[in-house]
């Protein structure tokens, strides 16, 4: 039913750089054998999957969507990616996202934006924009996504569809391909809460291959599942409901906070101004953090290098050049002034403490509430075409998503209303570390 769907649909939405048909039905009838022969059982054995470009594949191409990974097959699979396939899941191809992970619209692709299933004329939003396009689509019951400043969440909004970024450290990131590795998580994202707690409870895990994965207590999200918010505390920034948001994205959000109250949950406004700083503190700390990842792709080891070149340096310069896209020339340039020295303390450390101070303001924020209520984004998915040509712009629009990341936080989307236009609007729920059962818990209310 998969491929029928991408068929049908994938010419005009373009979910997908890399597709496997026959790969996929190959797959699909080995797991049926070993679902008949009483070997595999479990609620994803057999299901579809669609996998971010950014998480190694081994022997499929690993592009993140550049040119200079155009023609990388990596020698091993990613760990999220190599749990969903022991228990049982069959991988359709990979999912188009912005070049390495850099934007909000998926149109920083080398290989060509993707479309929102919803309107054809509007962006779905990224960096995951393949992942949640194709969820969307009905291409694929559910993918996976990366979320360094708000990739999962925010095009889940533009979508309407649900995904979650989890607590730093929860799934391991080894064989993602770095972004902002202190900030860099990969998640579900799914048509319900239900199958995005069920793959997230697969995915997650501890691996001593990421030094920075947690050893959690418990990896059982799916319990959560529970129609009960009687008494949860819910907390409203009050400076995310103000001036730059939009008016129809507030009233479907504010009209779904209603309901949590109705069914017994403690609602109130408070302060959390703080967050104003996240984005020049995200914007160095990223950038910081992905010129010095993206030092290794230098035309030597793997993927893209020029043909003509005079000298080592010359081949370095001339593959780099051709190989990475504008925003990812804008981010490795931008990364590289704030860690230089006589900028280091001034920008890079700055950013730094910045992000210890908006932890600090979560901190406090969750000593009163269970779980905060935000927008995903400012608005609905953007007109294709519109966004690139002022970046600054852009990187605003990541406001509401981007300290959820800087503090290490579990966040979830779930679609809660059109606008006038017919364009999903998503309510972003932010739970404190290591509390992704409370968010899941509130989201499952609007199943
Ligand atoms: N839009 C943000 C950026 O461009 C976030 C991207 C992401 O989460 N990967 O950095």
Same mark, same amino acid.
């Given at each position: 039913?998969?491929?029928?769907?991408?068929?049908?649909?994938?010419?005009?939405?373009?979910?997908?750089?890399?597709?496997?048909?026959?790969?996929?039905?190959?797959?699909?009838?080995?797991?049926?054998?070993?679902?008949?022969?009483?070997?595999?059982?479990?609620?994803?054995? =057999?299901?579809?999957?669609?996998?971010?470009? $950014?998480?190694?594949?081994?022997?499929? !191409?690993?592009?993140?969507?550049?040119?200079?990974?155009? *023609?990388?097959?990596?020698?091993?699979?990613?760990?999220?990616?190599? *749990?969903?396939?022991?228990?049982?899941?069959?991988?359709?191809?990979?999912? $188009?996202?912005?070049?390495?992970?850099?934007?909000?619209?998926?149109?920083?692709?080398?290989?060509?934006?993707?479309?929102?299933?919803? *309107?054809?004329?509007?962006?779905?939003? =990224?960096?995951?924009?393949?992942?949640?396009?194709?969820?969307?689509?009905?291409?694929?019951?559910?993918?996976?996504?990366?979320?360094?400043?708000?990739?999962?969440?925010?095009?889940?909004?533009?979508?309407?569809?649900?995904?979650?970024?989890?607590?730093?450290?929860?799934?391991?990131?080894?064989?993602?391909?770095?972004?902002?590795?202190?900030?860099?998580?990969?998640?579900?994202?799914?048509?319900?809460?239900?199958?995005?707690?069920?793959?997230?409870?697969?995915?997650?895990?501890?691996?001593?291959?990421?030094? +920075?994965?947690?050893?959690?207590?418990?990896?059982?999200?799916?319990?959560?599942?529970?129609?009960?918010?009687?008494?949860?505390?819910?907390?409203?920034?009050?400076?995310?409901?103000?001036? =730059?948001?939009?008016?129809?994205?507030?009233? $479907?959000? !504010?009209?779904?906070?209603?309901?949590?109250?109705?069914?017994?949950?403690?609602?109130?406004?408070?302060?959390?101004?703080?967050?104003?700083?996240?984005?020049?503190?995200?914007?160095?700390?990223?950038?910081?953090?992905?010129?010095? *990842?993206?030092?290794?792709?230098?035309?030597?080891?793997?993927?893209?290098?020029?043909?003509?070149?005079?000298?080592?340096?010359?081949?370095?310069?001339?593959?780099?050049?051709?190989?990475?896209?504008?925003?990812?020339?804008?981010?490795?340039?931008?990364?590289?002034?704030?860690?230089?020295?006589?900028?280091?303390?001034?920008?890079?450390?700055?950013?730094?403490?910045?992000?210890?101070?908006?932890?600090?303001?979560?901190?406090?924020?969750?000593?009163?509430?269970?779980?905060?209520?935000?927008?995903?984004?400012? +608005?609905?998915?953007?007109?294709?075409?519109?966004? !690139?040509?002022?970046?600054?712009?852009?990187?605003?629009?990541?406001?509401?998503?981007?300290?959820?990341?800087?503090?290490?936080?579990?966040?979830?989307?779930?679609?809660? =209303?059109?606008?006038?236009?017919?364009?999903?609007?998503?309510?972003?729920?932010?739970?404190?570390?290591?509390?992704?059962?409370?968010?899941?818990?509130?989201?499952? +209310?609007?199943?």
């Amino acid at each position: 039913a998969s491929i029928a769907q991408i068929e049908k649909v994938e010419k005009d939405v373009n979910s997908f750089v890399t597709l496997d048909k026959e790969g996929a039905l190959k797959r699909a009838e080995e797991v049926q054998k070993l679902i008949d022969d009483g070997k595999l059982t479990g609620p994803l054995a =057999g299901v579809p999957v669609a996998i971010k470009d $950014n998480m190694c594949t081994q022997g499929m !191409l690993t592009t993140c969507s550049s040119k200079i990974l155009g *023609n990388f097959r990596p020698m091993f699979t990613a760990e999220a990616v190599k *749990n969903l396939e022991e228990a049982g899941a069959v991988i359709l191809g990979k999912t $188009n996202m912005d070049e390495f992970a850099m934007g909000s619209t998926t149109e920083t692709s080398y290989y060509g934006p993707t479309k929102n299933p919803w *309107n054809l004329e509007h962006v779905p939003g =990224g960096s995951s924009g393949g992942s949640c396009a194709a969820v969307a689509a009905e291409e694929a019951p559910y993918a996976l996504g990366s979320d360094t400043g708000g990739s999962i969440r925010q095009p889940s909004s533009f979508c309407g569809v649900v995904g979650i970024k989890p607590t730093y450290g929860t799934v391991s990131r080894y064989g993602l391909i770095a972004y902002g590795s202190s900030l860099d998580q990969i998640g579900p994202v799914a048509k319900d809460v239900t199958d995005c707690a069920t793959v997230l409870e697969t995915i997650a895990s501890y691996d001593p291959k990421d030094s +920075t994965s947690i050893r959690r207590d418990s990896y059982d999200f799916t319990s959560a599942l529970v129609d009960d918010v009687k008494g949860m505390r819910i907390g409203i920034p009050k400076d995310y409901f103000g001036d =730059g948001l939009d008016a129809e994205v507030k009233e $479907n959000i !504010l009209r779904a906070v209603k309901v949590l109250e109705e069914k017994g949950a403690v609602v109130e406004e408070f302060d959390l101004s703080l967050v104003k700083y996240a984005i020049p503190a995200y914007y160095v700390i990223a950038s910081a953090e992905a010129s010095s *990842n993206l030092a290794r792709f230098d035309g030597v080891k793997y993927g893209y290098r020029t043909e003509e070149y005079e000298g080592l340096h010359n081949m370095y310069k001339k593959s780099r050049s051709e190989g990475f896209g504008p925003e990812v020339k804008r981010r490795i340039m931008l990364g590289s002034f704030v860690l230089s020295s006589g900028y280091y303390d001034a920008y890079y450390l700055k950013a730094l403490k910045t992000k210890a101070l908006i932890k600090k303001a979560f901190d406090k924020a969750f000593e009163k509430y269970d779980v905060i209520v935000a927008p995903a984004a400012p +608005t609905t998915a953007p007109e294709l075409g519109k966004s !690139l040509s002022d970046p600054i712009k852009m990187y605003l629009g990541d406001i509401y998503t981007i300290s959820v990341n800087l503090a290490g936080l579990p966040g979830i989307t779930i679609p809660v =209303g059109k606008d006038s236009k017919g364009l999903p609007v998503g309510m972003q729920l932010i739970g404190n570390c290591f509390e992704e059962n409370k968010i899941i818990q509130t989201a499952y +209310t609007f199943e």
